[in-house]
Each structure stands twice: as structure tokens, then as C-alpha cells.
């Protein structure tokens, strides 16, 4: 028996477009898993961000320079984690970052 391949579904959009709705529905319906970098990452950003900037910060220095980027490596290596075991999911998120940039 063939053994299907894995897949990874990134899923971007602007704020409140439905991404996580969508998201979700696609993961049931493809019995899935998916990762939304916020509730991923939001926890942590917003500690840092509150001690070093303001809370919420997504415009300063700091995020745009460190904490973006070190986010999206968050989410897509939980998805590359899977699909090492032959697991596909989504990664749903605004996709504001290069990721030819991203580490795995």
C-alpha cells in the first residue's frame, strides 16, 4: 500500500478576513490539524512586548525585527515537525514574512 504524502496548508489574510474560521473548517473536513501563529505565539510576544515596548506591540523595532520572524519559525516548525511523521496540517496567519528567511 501507498503511503500518501504529506502536505502543509499556509493560510494568510488581513485581521479578522476569517482566516481561523476557514482554517478550521478545512482542518475538519481534512481531519488535520492547524496551527494559527497567534494562538501559537501571542502569550509570549505580549509578555515580552509589554516589558520592552507596549502591550501588543506589532509595530515597533523589536517585533518587526525579532520577534515576527522568531513567531512564524514557531508555527512552521510545528508544521515540519508533522510533516516529518507523515502528518499534514495548516498554518493559518497573516504571512507577512519571507520565508525563504525562516529556519527549520
Not at 6 to 18: H, N
Not at 26 to 42: G, N, T
Not at 71 to 87: F, P, V
Request: aromatic share 10%.
Amino acid at each position: 500500500m501507498k503511503k500518501e504524502k504529506s502536505f502543509i496548508i499556509l493560510l494568510g489574510g488581513m485581521p479578522a478576513s476569517g482566516k481561523t474560521t476557514l482554517g478550521r473548517m478545512i482542518a475538519k473536513e481534512l481531519k488535520i490539524p492547524f496551527f494559527d501563529k497567534d494562538l501559537l505565539c501571542d502569550d509570549y510576544t505580549n509578555w515580552v512586548t509589554e516589558r520592552e515596548t507596549w502591550p501588543n506591540d506589532r509595530h515597533s523595532d523589536l517585533y518587526r525585527n525579532h520577534l515576527r520572524d522568531l513567531e512564524y519559525q514557531i508555527m512552521l516548525k510545528q508544521a515540519y515537525e508533522h510533516s516529518k511523521e507523515n502528518l499534514s496540517s495548516i498554518c493559518i496567519s497573516p504571512l507577512q514574512v519571507n520565508f525563504k528567511m525562516i529556519k527549520r
